[in-house]
C-alpha cells in the first residue's frame, strides 16, 4: 500500500507548468499530478496506442480542450475520460491541479 500525499506537491511555475509523477513503476496504470499556471494551456495531443486516461481537477477552474474548437468547462471534482488516442488538453483559467491517470502506462 502506498499513500500520496497531495498537499506535498502544491507548487506552480510562474507562467508554466509543474509535473509531479505520482505513480511511474506500475505495469498497469500511470498517476501524474500537473499544476497549470493561471493562462497556461497544456496542447492538445493524443498519443498511438491503446488505453485510457482520466484528467481529475483537483483545484482550480479551466477547460478540457480537445480536437478542433471543443473546450469542455472544468472545475474542482470534474473528471474528463477517454481514449489515449482521442486528442486532449487542458487550459487553465485559474491556477489548476489536476491528477492524470494513464492505462496501461506510457
Do not use: C, W, Y
Not at 32 to 44: D, M, Q, Y
Amino acid at each position: 500500500m502506498k499513500k500520496i500525499e497531495l498537499d506535498k506537491t502544491n507548487e506552480f511555475t510562474p507562467g508554466g507548468m509543474k509535473r509531479f509523477f505520482l505513480v511511474q513503476d506500475s505495469p498497469h496504470f500511470k498517476i501524474i499530478n500537473f499544476n497549470l499556471a493561471a493562462g497556461h494551456t497544456f496542447p492538445v495531443h493524443s498519443h498511438d496506442l491503446d488505453g485510457d486516461l482520466s484528467i481529475q481537477v483537483i483545484e482550480g477552474f479551466g477547460e478540457f480542450l480537445g480536437e478542433g474548437e471543443t473546450a469542455i468547462p472544468a472545475k474542482t471534482g470534474d473528471i474528463l475520460i477517454s481514449a489515449i488516442r482521442e486528442p486532449h488538453g487542458v487550459r487553465a483559467k485559474t491556477d489548476m491541479r489536476i491528477l492524470v491517470t494513464i492505462a496501461p502506462p506510457i
